[in-house]
Nanobody, 122 residues
């Protein structure tokens, strides 16, 4: 069974940076596409970023492209989301997700973490 635990959320001023981490426990981390979704208050959950199993492929939502970078360390079973030039509209609960494919370009992920809150003040 796969478990995902996010960390690194918090309160930051607009223009600042945060790095989220997601620890994966279970088998064969290197076989999973990993990603991040987010859900702002009163809004639907939305895709933010994804990375292929070996880290060679990435995909970003237009709203975060150029500001956020997804990466992974397969030796540590961890995926990261570096968030720069944060805006108040980035305020949301951020969820780590996993899909049991080496590359997945869709939005129907198999596993979800509990989420970590990111708040960006203006």
């Amino acid at each position: 069974q796969v478990q995902l635990v996010e960390s690194g959320g918090g309160l930051v001023q607009a223009g600042g940076s945060l790095r989220l981490s997601c620890a994966f426990s279970g088998r064969a981390f290197m076989s999973y596409t990993m990603g991040w979704f987010r859900q702002a208050p009163g809004k639907e959950r939305e895709f933010a970023a994804a990375i292929s199993s070996q880290g060679f492929g990435t995909k970003y939502a237009d709203s975060v492209k150029g500001r956020f970078t997804i990466s992974r360390d397969n030796a540590k079973n961890t995926v990261y989301l570096q968030m720069n030039r944060l805006k108040p509209e980035d305020t949301a609960v951020y969820y780590c997700v996993a899909k049991g494919l080496t590359w997945y370009a869709g939005y129907d992920y198999d596993y979800w973490g509990q989420g970590t809150q990111v708040t960006v003040s203006s």
